[in-house]
């Protein structure tokens, strides 16, 4: 069964710009998460989306944004970039929605912002 | 924000110790699941503790969780240096839907 793939792997973008990342969750799992991960901040929680809805939204601006489609693979934007969204930003996949389950990690896309 | 805090921050050993990292967080939960990240990659599923459960081994890991202690402490036995690695707990807090991830422990494991 592939895993988790996540496009591009590495994006260098400037200020003010935006950038979309792209999640394709393991086959069957409808359950997509995403997460910016830094050297300061840690592995924080973006948000999680499930059949297309958003479970659940973690303490970012409203310049991070998602969504779903319906085979289940998910984009994230974010818009207006700062040089502190320079990140590492994985998603994750589970067949369920919710804390309570394992999930499968993709690569990470490394997003550098000059 | 952060709710485990692993100990120690930074761990090495050599090949065939034993190593045990440690998490304490704040919050009551359901389950704690430990994460490994080799460098730069992506995280890879170890093992799920429920609240209700004590104790978890899994081939040369043993998790172990006190939740009147809230901490988790997780140990890899006989060591190899395709270990060395950083090692996440994260909790699923009672009342979220998401994992809270700690701050890792990097292992190095000297061959």
């Known amino acids: 069964k592939a895993g988790v793939t996540q496009t591009p792997r590495y994006l260098i973008k400037t200020r003010g710009q935006q950038v979309t990342l792209s999640c394709s969750p393991i086959?069957?799992?409808?359950?997509v998460s995403w997460y910016q991960q830094t050297p300061g901040q840690g592995l924080q929680f973006l948000f999680e989306?499930?059949?297309?809805?958003?479970?659940n939204k973690g303490n970012f601006p409203g310049r991070f944004s998602g969504r779903q489609f319906s085979n289940s693979r998910s984009e994230m934007n974010v818009s207006t970039l700062e040089l502190g969204d320079s990140a590492l930003y994985l998603c994750?996949?589970?067949?369920?929605?919710?804390?309570?389950?394992?999930?499968?990690f993709g690569p990470g896309t490394r997003l550098t912002v000059l | 924000s952060q709710q485990g805090e692993e100990d120690p921050q930074a761990l090495s050993i050599q090949e065939g110790e034993n190593a045990t990292m440690n998490c304490s967080y704040k919050?009551?939960?359901?389950?704690l699941q430990w994460y490994r990240q080799n460098s730069g990659r992506g995280l890879v599923h170890l093992i799920l503790?429920?609240?209700?459960?004590r104790e978890k081994h899994s081939g040369r890991l043993r998790v172990t969780l006190d939740t009147s202690k809230k901490s988790s402490s997780l140990l890899i036995t006989a060591s190899r240096a395709a270990d060395t690695a950083s090692y996440f707990c994260?909790?699923?807090?009672?009342?979220?839907?998401?994992?809270?991830f700690g701050s890792g422990t990097r292992l190095q494991v000297q061959p």
């Open positions: 994750a996949s589970s067949f369920k929605t919710g804390q309570d389950n394992e999930q499968f």
């Open positions: 086959s069957g799992h409808r359950s």
């Open positions: 989306y499930f059949s297309e809805t958003q479970r």
């Open positions: 919050t009551s939960i359901n389950n």
């Open positions: 503790i429920r609240s209700n459960e």
């Open positions: 994260a909790t699923g807090d009672t009342g979220r839907r998401a994992l809270t």
